[in-house]
């Protein structure tokens, strides 16, 4: 060990002359722990919540949607053969979209229609029940009268319109008939065949799923699709395979990602992100302006001590770091020990979800942790580097000392 080290080591260990100081070095370190615990804590329930959130998005919608300018989309065959020959795709699945409106026995809601194929749909999309979306085509719910079809619907949609399993609802399109009388709107019945619930509100409230030949003929689109759904193996190669897709089909064709549909959301989530990271980070900054003030006040102290070793021939760069070592082990020690309480934190946050959020407010129920190792690393560097920055000027003043002053009125 160095005797730089050995000195340092000894001032952070003997009492101080004035308690005051030794009160201001535990503050210190008190205040580096509480502003990287709250970091870790809050950038981690971030990251969390924009994984959640990514993961809830991407079980109800596709990676890709490929869509068709102007006419109506009656080739979507010709195109899923072409699609299902990619390696990088998993399955591809046509659907209709549309806003109806829903009526049952005690209410009526406005809803977002999906016409989907039961066969190729819950390999696209990953949070709904295969088996009901199946069941929805091929075994019809029946009354005394006739063949009425299945529906499915949104867990919170279902409550608003007051039915469960089983009920009748009357599904109501605006794309209806011209009659001597005007327009007249589409009506027909269909007979809940399942509930589903991705945890996201804003899907559970609205969402409606039918079979893609009922969506036809409600909307009179004959053999017509809006589109096509794509759910591919590496989503971060979304764009990428989204432009090949075009490059192939050209002309009406388009297409949109994952990253294109909820571009927004994600800015906004990570701007909030950085937000965060850097007003907390004013947390540690207090604590660095502490830990400033405790090595002047120890400078101040140990003027004497200084003169001496300058006098015993230490150099201006060995005095700097001395002082630059108790700071450093203070910041070091803060950063650790905040590092260690996040840590539980997060533990505790994640396994015992004490703390509910309202659904509709919110896109998710509870409160999700992710730690990420690097964010972690970051964290901890950023708060080192600030205490590091704060020791240089004490160093430096405890340097500039001149012995002879120094032992004459020290």
């Known amino acids: 060990m160095s005797y730089e080290f050995f000195i340092g080591g000894r001032y952070l260990r003997a009492k101080q002359k004035q308690s005051f100081i030794s ?47 102007g006419d109506p989309f009656a080739d979507y065959r010709r195109v899923l053969d072409y699609l299902k020959k990619s390696d990088d795709i998993q399955a591809a699945t046509p659907f209709i979209y549309t806003q109806v409106m829903i009526r049952s026995s005690s209410g009526i809601s406005g809803a977002v229609l999906r016409g989907i194929d039961p066969e190729s749909a819950p390999k696209v999309i990953k949070n709904m029940d295969g088996d009901s979306l199946r069941k929805t085509a091929t075994e019809p719910q029946t009354d005394a009268v006739s063949t009425v ?77 809006t589109g096509i759904e794509v759910r591919i193996k590496n989503i971060y190669h979304a764009k990428k395979i989204a432009e090949q897709i075009i490059r192939d089909l050209g002309f009406p064709y388009w297409t949109k990602d994952w990253m ?12 909030e992100k950085t937000v965060m990271f850097v007003i907390l980070a004013l947390i540690i900054l207090v604590a660095a302006f502490n830990i400033a003030s405790t090595l002047i006040m120890m400078v101040m102290e140990k003027t004497r001590d200084i003169a001496i070793l300058k006098a015993m021939g230490a150099t201006d760069k060995s005095i700097r770091r001395i002082f630059v070592f108790k700071g450093m082990v203070i910041g070091v020690v803060g950063t650790i ?25 919110y896109y998710i129920t509870t409160l999700p942790v992710r730690l990420d190792a690097l964010d972690v690393f970051l964290i901890s560097l950023a708060a080192i580097v600030i205490c590091f920055l704060s020791t240089l000027y004490p160093a430096r003043q405890a340097a500039k000392l001149d012995p002879v002053e120094a032992i004459r009125y020290g």
């Open 149 to 225: 079809p299945g529906i499915i619907l949104g867990k919170e949609l279902s409550k608003n319109l007051g039915v469960v399993k089983g009920d009748a609802v009357y599904l109501v399109s605006f794309t209806g008939t011209i009659t001597p009388m005007g327009h007249l709107p589409s009506m027909r019945r269909f007979q809940v065949a399942g509930l589903f619930e991705s945890g996201m509100y804003e899907y559970d409230g609205s969402l409606a799923y039918i079979h893609l030949q009922d969506a036809q003929k409600i909307l009179r689109m004959s053999d017509s699709v």
């Open 260 to 271: 294109q549909m909820n571009r927004n959301l994600f800015s906004a989530l990570k701007l």
């Open 23 to 69: 009160l201001i070095t535990l503050l210190s370190i008190a205040g580096v722990t509480l502003g990287v615990m709250a970091l870790i804590v809050v950038i981690a329930v971030m990251a969390g919540f924009e994984s959640d959130l990514k993961s809830r998005i991407l079980g109800v919608e596709s990676h890709i949607v490929v869509m068709r300018y």
């Open 337 to 361: 020990l905040g590092v260690c309480f996040g840590f539980i934190l997060c533990i505790l946050l994640e396994n015992y979800k004490f703390i509910e959020l309202p659904g509709d407010v």
